[in-house]
């Protein structure tokens, strides 16, 4: 079995911080990509920002220059810190890891997601 946690949301003011940690557990291989989601109401889910297992990045135009993802592989955990953030980035967010279990082919994984609300 294969856990996806996220944690760190909540409601902030307009130009505020926020750091989301996303914890992957169970019986793991390896993690390629792991990455953060976004959905608003009434919106598709988006990509935000993903990070591959040797630390290439890659950002939403909207979110470069403010947020920044890292890892800690030995952890299993990807990070999001959110900087000046806008009521726009509103939204539920959402971790995904690729994972490989043991003698398995590597899919991907969803955490619950966790709400993060900027008031202007």
């Known amino acids: 079995q294969v856990q996806v946690v996220e944690s760190g949301g909540g409601l902030v003011q307009a130009g505020g911080s926020l750091r989301l940690s996303c914890a992957a557990s169970?019986?793991?291989?390896?993690?390629?990509?792991m990455g953060w989601y976004r959905q608003a109401p009434g919106k598709q889910r988006e990509l935000v920002a993903d990070i591959t297992s040797s630390g290439t990045t890659n950002y939403a135009d909207s979110v470069k220059g403010r947020f920044t993802i890292s890892r800690d592989n030995a952890k299993n955990t990807v990070y999001l810190q959110m900087n000046s953030l806008k009521p726009e980035d509103t939204a539920v967010y959402y971790c995904n890891a690729n994972i490989r279990q043991y003698y398995r082919s590597p899919r991907d994984y969803w955490g619950q997601g966790t709400q993060v609300t900027v008031s202007s």
């Open positions: 169970g019986r793991i291989s390896s993690i390629n990509v």
